[in-house]
């Protein structure tokens, strides 16, 4: 394994996701968020690099954004296992599927917390219907297509 290809893939992943947050700011925030960086949570699929290059461009995407705290350990959280998952995910269609699940789930039930904090099972679940449907667009509306151009030059990630 090449260190220095390793650090650069992440590194670059980690940055490119946080321009496409701030470019598309927006949009990457809010119960109905359809995070256009999220089209980057494919690359684990191809690349380990991409694990610490998602997770550290969401910590520092969230340490810019409107959320706080929460937002930050939590959706660092949910981006690292979701990242995780979608790395051993050898099947191409399902590679999209672990960060709409995770994100769903855990953001989800963040936002639940920082915009209502109310026991209300019913908007619990509305919440988190919002989030799936916002990585659904993300993650197989781009995601995937994005995955399909990539397969044509898979070497680029050998590391």
């Not at 321009?19 to 119960?31: A, D, M, R, T, W």
């Amino acid at each position: 394994m090449n260190k220095t290809k390793f650090l650069t893939q992440a590194a670059m992943i980690a940055a490119i996701y946080v321009i496409l947050v701030e470019v598309f700011k927006p949009f990457s925030y809010g119960i109905m968020q359809v995070r256009i960086a999220e089209i980057l949570t494919v690359l684990p699929y191809f690349t380990p690099a991409a694990i610490p290059g998602l997770t550290v461009g969401v910590l520092i995407s969230n340490a810019l954004g409107p959320n706080g705290i929460l937002d930050i350990v939590f959706g660092t959280l949910a981006t690292l296992i979701a990242a995780y998952f979608t790395y051993k995910v050898r099947k191409r269609a399902l590679a999209p599927l672990p960060p709409v699940l995770v994100n769903a789930v855990v953001i989800g039930a963040m936002l639940y917390y920082i915009f209502l904090g109310t026991p209300d099972e019913a908007a619990l679940h509305v919440i988190m219907a919002w989030v799936a449907l916002g990585q659904v667009i993300a993650c197989y509306g781009l995601g995937y297509p994005f995955m399909l151009i990539l397969d044509k030059y898979k070497g680029i990630f050998d590391i």
